[in-house]
């Protein structure tokens, strides 16, 4: 069974930290992976979509990592700021049709 | 602006009677998913269509069902057979199939059965 990790389930750092957000999954052969923030009562936002061919994406201050090899890839945000407090979660593409969510780490900026 | 418009927000049912949810998208996606989400759990796909008038069941498709017949529209329908119908549901495109692009979320439709 492909299963999708991510830990911790909840981190609070200080504002103005750089972190890191790590997700791990059963299965190597991936396609590709998504990034998703969620906010409170509301729907995914996409944040970076990585292919198994890269190793990194960046967009603005956040980058993720995939090594498919160790079943992992990580999400850093750099200088976090009170409106990055959310729900971060993390999606394989195994190539079975669907995508499998973690439940994600619940993120808290403290001003 | 573009996006994805679920409605309505919160939805209140009584057991034993069938709901739909409206799913709209002005993206011009072709695939449309619906998720469902439940505390402490990952969210786990319902039903999905990658063209009209096709559409493919998801891994908890039991209870739901669907239709495509335009391809702004995707709703969903929970059936009184539904065991455990309370939940927060998304609806999803995507302008390739095959999660080969990123996924768009609507705000979601939270029901709630009692």
């Known amino acids: 069974k492909q299963e999708v990790t991510q830990i911790p389930a909840a981190l609070s750092v200080p504002e103005g930290e750089n972190l890191v957000l790590n997700c791990s999954f059963t299965?190597?052969?991936?396609?590709?992976l998504q990034w998703f923030r969620q906010d409170p009562g509301k729907g995914l936002t996409s944040l970076l979509l990585?292919?198994?061919?890269?190793r990194e994406q960046t967009s603005g201050r956040l980058n993720a990592s995939l090594d498919k090899s160790s079943g992992r890839s990580t999400l850093y945000i750099a200088a976090s700021q009170p409106g990055d407090s959310a729900t971060y979660l993390c999606?394989?593409?195994?190539?079975?049709?669907?995508?499998?969510f973690g439940t994600g780490t619940r993120l808290t900026i403290i001003p | 602006d573009g996006g994805i418009t679920q409605s309505p927000k919160y939805l209140f049912r009584k057991e034993g009677q069938n709901v739909t949810l409206s799913c709209e998208q002005n993206?011009?996606?072709?695939?449309m998913y619906w998720y469902r989400q439940d505390p402490g759990q990952g969210l786990r796909l319902i039903y999905y269509?990658?063209?009209?008038?096709?559409?493919q069941k998801g891994d908890i498709a039991e209870g739901y069902s669907v239709s495509r017949e335009k391809k702004e529209s995707f709703p969903l329908t929970v059936t009184s057979a539904q065991k455990n119908p309370t939940a927060f549901y998304l609806c999803?495109?995507?302008?390739?199939?095959?999660?080969?692009?990123?996924?768009?979320f609507g705000n979601g439709t939270r029901l709630t059965v009692t």
């Open positions: 269509s990658q063209i009209v008038n096709d559409f």
């Open positions: 999606a394989p593409n195994f190539g079975n049709e669907k995508l499998t």
């Open positions: 999803a495109s995507s302008i390739e199939k095959g999660y080969r692009s990123p996924l768009h």
């Open positions: 993206l011009n996606h072709d695939a």
């Open positions: 299965d190597s052969a991936i396609y590709n």
């Open positions: 990585i292919q198994s061919s890269q």
